[in-house]
């Protein structure tokens, strides 16, 4: 069968989703509905959930998400954007019967007096997550799935980049990877405080596009299966993956690099697995998916505790320190549950107490018509002598009473249209990521594979520093993969010329 073919036959079989999607008032649907009206109610009158109900709210949301996901109604990202999205508020789990009358409620060096500002912060996780259920509820039938095979069973074949091209993007992956990174290792100096090639070109965005581009190489080579160079891609690939990873990244203190890494994983043993390998997703990859990330949140533990503690000293140093806090319990693995989702927690925190004492004022959408402003890139804005609003020094994270360098996704909501944004706007953008991952689902290539690690790799910065991040990772993946279908024309042209 033809691509072409097999194109009409999924746009034949997404259509009659489409019109299966028109029966969509599930009692899910008006259930997480008539949360968010309750919740906006209530907020008009200064009226806030009990932390007990908050958490048992939060909990049904988690399980409809789950049971979302088991029947095939969302996809894996839409999971994981939700646990990003909740896991800053894992803090407030130990206070559900605590007496803060006697003891108050304490984050890191922050000591929160009120417990109206805990409720408050609870209910935004509540509100914010319930407009995520409602537009996940708008998906209520099993999504299509494309998995790269032909309906007689046979592995399809995809276009790839010829192996002097490919080369080309590898090399400007590693570029910007090598000019973003710091330099170094956090055993010579200082991690805090280090310099990058690339902030002199005004670009913050320069480790986001190396990613994405090495992801499309990556999605290249893997789905690669007729060319002669294919195997030697795969290990050029990989060998750079692992530099990036070891040397650029957690040799050098950074842990950028983690939800990329996850995403590239997820690449190989979930979504390509059955044209790789032509195994099934079983069981036995979930509980691989909750070790891996066992894995990841330990080595970020440990590097986030070296490079505030150890940096400028020697390996020893480092066993010695790490060895020490092991044995007495100071450095153990409830120290997992802290990270810089508890960083932006803290905004969060920061916000409502503000509300609460009555020091801020509504900005009815001024930090987003700001994002828009500040959508160009540096060094582009330097060129025309245009001065963003929004840059790496300046914006709502410096606005905050706690937490430093970004801003959680329920923090630009609440502050700029209150408890009706805080529904509204995650609901949003929410259904345009479900959107994405179903239009990447249903045609299985390179380009929606690397949309998939994309909205993986962006999901921690969008939501616990700042939505430009993301929607910056949305506008490099459209624009490079433009340039990709160039290079596969391209690679097609240099083909048919030694063909003759």
Not at 94 to 100: G, L
Not at 123 to 142: D, E, K, Q, W, Y
Request: with cysteine; proline share 3%; charged share 15%.
């Amino acid at each position: 069968m033809t691509l072409s073919s097999i194109k009409e036959h999924n746009t034949a079989t997404a259509l009659a989703a489409k019109l299966a999607r028109k029966n969509r008032f599930t009692f899910a649907l008006i259930f997480f509905l008539l949360l968010g009206v309750i919740s906006i109610s209530l907020f008009h009158f200064d009226l806030y959930f009990p932390i007990g109900l908050s958490i048992a709210l939060m909990g049904i949301i988690i399980m409809f998400y789950l049971n979302q996901l088991k029947k095939d109604h969302i996809g894996l990202v839409s999971f994981i954007i939700l646990g990003m999205y909740m896991i800053p508020f894992i803090h407030i789990l130990p206070y559900i019967w605590f007496d803060f009358e006697s003891e108050p409620f304490i984050l890191g060096l922050v000591i929160i007096p009120d417990k109206k500002i805990i409720e408050l912060t609870a209910m935004l996780c509540v509100t914010g997550t319930a407009g995520m259920a409602f537009s996940a509820s708008l998906f209520n039938i099993p999504l299509i799935r494309d998995n790269g095979f032909n309906p007689d069973k046979t592995r399809r074949l995809f276009k790839s980049m010829n192996f002097l091209i490919w080369i080309f993007w590898l090399c400007v992956g590693l570029f910007f990877s090598i000019t973003s990174a710091p330099g170094g290792s956090f055993f010579e100096s200082q991690y805090f405080g280090k310099t990058t090639i690339d902030q002199n070109w005004n670009f913050d965005s320069s480790w986001m596009v190396s990613y994405i581009i090495l992801t499309f190489i990556y999605a290249d080579a893997l789905l690669d299966v007729k060319s002669t160079q294919k195997y030697l891609k795969k290990f050029l690939i990989f060998a750079s993956i692992a530099f990036i990873l070891i040397k650029l990244q957690l040799l050098a203190g950074s842990r950028e690099s983690l939800a990329w890494i996850f995403g590239l994983l997820l690449v190989y043993y979930y979504w390509a697995t059955f044209f790789l390998t032509n195994k099934k997703t079983t069981k036995s990859f979930w509980i691989k998916t909750v070790i891996l990330i066992f894995i990841i949140a330990f080595i970020s533990m440990v590097i986030g505790f070296i490079r505030s503690e150890v940096s400028g000293g020697d390996l020893n140093m480092a066993k010695e320190l790490l060895s020490k806090k092991f044995s007495d319990g100071s450095l153990s693995l409830s120290y997992m549950f802290y990270g810089t989702w508890s960083s932006s927690l803290l905004t969060v925190l920061s916000v409502t107490e503000d509300y609460i004492y009555g020091i801020s004022q509504m900005k009815l959408g001024k930090d987003y018509l700001n994002i828009f402003l500040s959508l160009s890139p540096g060094f582009v804005a330097d060129f025309f002598d245009y001065v963003r609003p929004l840059t790496n020094i300046k914006g709502p994270a410096y606005e905050m009473r706690y937490g430093q360098g970004g801003t959680h996704a329920a923090v630009l909501p609440f502050t700029n249209f209150g408890m009706v944004g805080v529904f509204i706007i995650p609901a949003l953008w929410s259904y345009i990521i479900l959107r994405l991952e179903n239009s990447a689902i249903i045609q299985f290539s390179v380009i929606n594979l690397s949309l998939l690690v994309t909205l993986v790799m962006a999901s921690p910065h969008f939501l616990w520093y700042a939505e430009k991040t993301g929607i910056n990772a949305i506008i490099i993946f459209f624009i490079l993969s433009f340039f990709y279908k160039i290079s596969l024309r391209l690679s097609s042209n240099i083909k048919n010329q030694k063909g003759l």
